[in-house]
């Protein structure tokens, strides 16, 4: 079992541009969340799909967007990139609609310059 | 609006001795609290959790005690070994739902 794949694992980006994020949840998990963890905070929560709709969403700007597909698997979208965006991104799956019993992925480490 | 704290950024402890986290939290309404272990270059991995209805739960070496009045909840350590050195991250969510996460503190256990 692969667990919480993320791809890819470093992007380095401009202001301004857009970048899409990539999460396959583990095996039997068809719930994902997203969350942001910037240098020396704890992780955020961004949002939650579950059966391809997004079901709960922290508290972040429309700039940031997602999609869940059929095999569970999901993207998650930023748009208008600001320095401030620069941060680790994290996928986490679940078995079922709540968050209990997250499994996370290594993340994605967002550079923005 | 950090509604689950860690105020101690750090912790060093003796292997062998215990290790205790803090964590402590604004909402009354969490009912579902987690412990999350981080190393470098990883991402968080469950360690142990609590439902309000308890007041303790043990899994091995891990216990952790939430005190409800108090909204502070614990992670005990007992012993400590170098393997245990990482961030851990407390978590709360209501039945399951949004998490919000602390700051982390980074244990460093001293062979």
């Known amino acids: 079992d692969a667990g919480v794949t993320q791809s890819p694992t470093h992007l380095i980006k401009t202001r301004g541009q857009q970048v899409t994020l990539r999460c396959s949840p583990k095996?039997?998990?068809?719930?994902v969340s997203w969350y942001q963890q910037a240098l020396g905070q704890g992780p955020q929560f961004i949002f939650q799909?579950?059966?391809?709709?997004?079901?709960q969403r922290g508290n972040f700007p429309d700039r940031f967007s997602g999609h869940q597909f059929p095999n569970y698997s999901s993207e998650l979208n930023v748009n208008a990139l600001l320095l401030g965006d620069s941060a680790l991104y994290l996928c986490?799956?679940?078995?079922?609609?709540f968050g209990a019993g997250q499994v996370f992925g290594p993340g994605t480490r967002l550079t923005v310059l | 609006d950090q509604q689950v704290k860690q105020n101690s950024p750090s912790l060093s402890v003796q292997e062998g001795r215990i290790s205790i986290l803090n964590c402590d939290y604004t909402?009354?309404?969490?009912?579902?609290f987690l412990w999350y272990k981080k190393y470098p270059a990883e991402g968080p991995t469950f360690l142990i959790s609590?439902?309000?209805?308890?007041d303790k739960n043990e899994d091995g070496r891990f216990t952790v005690f939430l005190n409800k009045s108090a909204k502070h909840l614990s992670l005990h350590i007992v012993p400590s070994q170098p393997g245990d050195s990482a961030v851990y991250f407390c978590?709360?969510?209501?039945?399951?739902?949004?998490?919000?996460f602390g700051t982390g503190t980074s244990l460093t256990v001293i062979p």
């Open positions: 095996s039997g998990h068809d719930t």
């Open positions: 799909y579950y059966e391809e709709e997004e079901r």
């Open positions: 909402n009354s309404m969490f009912d579902y």
């Open positions: 609590i439902s309000s209805i308890k």
């Open positions: 986490a799956s679940s078995p079922g609609r």
């Open positions: 978590a709360a969510s209501v039945t399951g739902n949004q998490f919000y």
